[in-house]
């Protein structure tokens, strides 16, 4: 089974702090991702990466950069949160690669509280 | 970006009843995907359709990939309170998409034993 973790499922920060969420993925799958969800909103893709070191700006990037030193790893930074940044944080992960890869495998999400 | 259109938005039934909600694009895709949120949790992955005018099921839900590839169904049949939750409607590999899915609004189930 594709095991997706997320290092925080709540979080309380304060405005203008710098938040890092971490994302973990055990099944040495290429791609990552970060979304955001918010009611009526659907998900909201914010960075993506393909490969170690490599990422691309999903739909809503501003106020945001990413981090993947390892395969594994992922992580999304808020550089100075904001309060509009509440919001619930998603990651997911999937293969390289053509048909069933488009299947991505989401963490449990992190409830984060800006205030 | 672009979303998917999805709906309904939320539905209230009865324990018992079957439900049905769907999602439509002006785009082609070559994958569909139905996931269910559980509430506080991350979306889990109930099915995947890659061919035009596939029907697939999972126990007692049935999804069908449009033959025109723009549009996707997802069945539940004889709902149970457990049914409770999000559920959203992806397409993917659509021309120049990568990777990516696109994501529709979400249908939110509510079901009243």
């Known amino acids: 089974d594709v095991k997706v973790t997320q290092s925080s499922r709540y979080l309380v920060k304060r405005t203008g702090e710098k938040v890092f969420l971490e994302c973990v993925q055990d099944?040495?799958?290429?791609?990552m991702f970060w979304y955001r969800q918010d009611p009526g909103l659907g998900l909201r893709l914010i960075y993506f990466s393909y490969d170690v070191k490599m990422k691309e700006k999903g739909d809503i990037p501003e106020g945001y950069s990413v981090s993947r030193e390892k395969k594994e790893r992922f992580s999304l930074i808020l550089e100075s949160a904001s309060t509009n940044q509440t919001s619930m944080y998603l990651c997911?992960?999937?293969?390289?690669?053509?048909?069933?890869?488009?299947?991505?495998?989401f963490g449990p999400g992190t409830r984060l509280t800006v205030t | 970006g672009q979303q998917l259109n999805q709906s309904p938005q939320s539905m209230f039934i009865q324990e018992g009843e079957d439900v049905s909600m769907n999602c439509t694009s002006s785009s082609i895709f070559n994958t569909w995907l139905w996931y269910k949120q559980d509430p506080g949790e991350g979306p889990v992955l109930l099915i995947a359709l890659y061919k035009a005018g596939e029907l697939t099921s999972n126990g007692r839900l049935t999804a069908q990939f449009g033959i025109t590839r723009k549009d996707s169904f997802l069945n539940i049949s004889a709902s149970i309170p457990s049914d409770v939750g999000i559920y959203f409607c992806?397409?993917?590999?659509?021309?120049?998409?990568?990777?990516?899915?696109?994501f529709g609004q979400g249908t939110e189930l509510s079901v009243k034993p």
């Open positions: 992806a397409g993917g590999g659509r021309l120049n998409q990568g990777g990516k899915l696109i």
């Open positions: 997911a992960s999937r293969p390289q690669g053509r048909g069933s890869s488009y299947e991505q495998y």
């Open positions: 099944m040495d799958h290429e791609n």
